[in-house]
């Protein structure tokens, strides 16, 4: 009986050990709220990036919350507005300084860099749901994690589409088709064009113009002007809202004669067609595949994709923006499968949960899955995700259909002169 006494303790205690140093937290290592940075441009010229990311971001809070939150404890955010790299920098010390263990944002690469590094300096965690920029994870920082596909994945798929779908489209062929690239002049467009460039020139392909212009310019009537001068078949653009428009409406304007063009971000965005009108038809972005067919999903992924597509119709009165959606997107990963794993608001243990998480493609809204590489992985990339993919998306009669890859699409190309 004695014996049988002293094996009971032996296990009991042997159990709590196991919960205090591994598996899930122990309930006094529970938040009661799980506090997250919420770093954005909320304000300036890039302030729909950030409003519309955390638009999304917050219906992923909404949504986890009326479930009960994560481990019985809800989600809130501490936002911080952030416009410029000082900025971003500033607000990431200071939100650490408080105490704050993840900071989700910025969805801007010349924001991205330089929070990520502040925040590498004071171990915590920055969870990125879709700045692009190559850099951010190629650092061999442990604390970095970006959710959407880096800015290599952007231009290779702006690329491969081009060559395999738009240039057959229009008649052409590889060796007889001309194209062109434009680009801002920040962090994103000098990173995106180096990847753009390079992946033409693995096709056996010299741009006939690569044209670098301030996304802040007042006109772009001269780098029309250039195009018209290089007549390409097709153009690469690498944009943000307000240059994207200025430069169709001045195209229109000056006759530029192609059409074919295929953008990113400012093309993607809802608001381009009502500011360009019917001349943005058969114009494309490489785009998250927010427009995939749902029938396409398992059905418990159409399911979450239906539920956060009304609920931000119900709100915002339109469907949800290729901004919104990553942001959706990278928050309903973090709290559904990285956070619970994790147990605790510490940032060592949301680390190890992340590298830990294995989730299969298909799973999510987007028709992703989950799985980070570690720091300092081969390949050159640590803390992104592996397993989400770029669309095409197309505009038809003044809607984005999405229209390449294939396995997902929605609808077909047509061919735009």
Same mark, same amino acid.
């Given at each position: ?66 479930? $009960?939150?994560?481990? +019985?404890?809800?989600? !809130?955010?501490?936002?911080? #507005?952030?416009?410029? /790299? &000082? *900025? ?62 880096? $800015?290599?994945?952007? +231009?290779?798929?702006? !690329?491969?589409?081009?060559? #395999?779908?738009?240039? /057959? &489209? *229009? ?247």
């Amino acid at each position: 009986m004695k014996q049988h006494r002293k094996l009971t303790w032996l296990l009991v205690g042997a159990l709590g050990a196991t919960l205090a140093i591994g598996g899930p937290a122990a309930a006094q290592e529970r938040p009661k709220e799980w506090k997250i940075g919420a770093l954005f441009p909320f304000s300036g010229p890039l302030a729909f990036l950030g409003q519309e990311t955390f638009r999304g971001a917050s219906i992923a809070a909404e949504m986890i919350n009326e479930q $009960g939150g994560i481990l +019985g404890a809800p989600v !809130v955010f501490e936002r911080a #507005d952030a416009t410029t /790299p &000082a *900025q971003a920098r500033s607000e990431a010390e200071r939100l650490a300084n408080s105490g704050i263990q993840v900071v989700f944002g910025t969805n801007s690469s010349g924001l991205s860099l330089p929070a990520s590094q502040a925040l590498e300096r004071a171990k915590v965690i920055f969870w990125e749901p879709a700045s692009s920029v190559e850099e951010l994870t190629t650092r061999g920082y442990r604390y970095t994690f970006r959710t959407a596909p880096p $800015g290599s994945e952007w +231009g290779k798929a702006m !690329v491969d589409f081009t060559v #395999d779908q738009l240039i /057959p &489209a *229009q008649g052409k062929t590889k060796q007889s088709a001309k194209i062109a690239i434009k680009y801002e002049d920040g962090a994103f467009g000098n990173s995106l064009n180096k990847v753009l460039t390079d992946q033409l020139k693995s096709h056996g392909l010299t741009p006939v113009l690569d044209e670098q212009y301030s996304g802040r310019a007042p006109d772009l009537s001269s780098v029309v002007l250039k195009m018209k001068e290089a007549k390409p078949d097709v153009i690469l653009s690498v944009d943000y809202a307000n240059d994207a428009v200025l430069f169709t409406r001045q195209a229109k304007e000056l006759g530029l004669p192609t059409r074919a063009v295929v953008g990113w971000v400012g093309m993607a965005l809802p608001k381009f067609y009502p500011d360009v009108g019917p001349y943005a038809n058969g114009m494309m972005s490489v785009d998250l595949p927010v427009g995939l067919s749902p029938e396409k999903l398992s059905p418990a992924a159409r399911k979450l994709r239906e539920e956060f597509h009304d609920r931000y119709r119900k709100t915002y009165g339109a469907p949800p923006s290729s901004i919104a959606a990553p942001g959706f997107e990278s928050a309903w990963m973090l709290f559904k499968y990285v956070l619970p794993r994790a147990g605790k608001l510490d940032a060592e243990a949301i680390r190890k949960a992340a590298l830990e998480v294995d989730v299969p493609v298909g799973t999510t809204a987007l028709g992703w899955g989950l799985k980070f590489t570690p720091p300092n992985a081969s390949g050159g990339h640590g803390g992104q995700n592996t397993r989400a993919f770029i669309g095409i998306s197309q505009w038809q009669d003044g809607k984005q259909v999405l229209v390449w890859p294939n396995n997902v699409s929605a609808g077909k190309l047509v061919r735009v002169d």
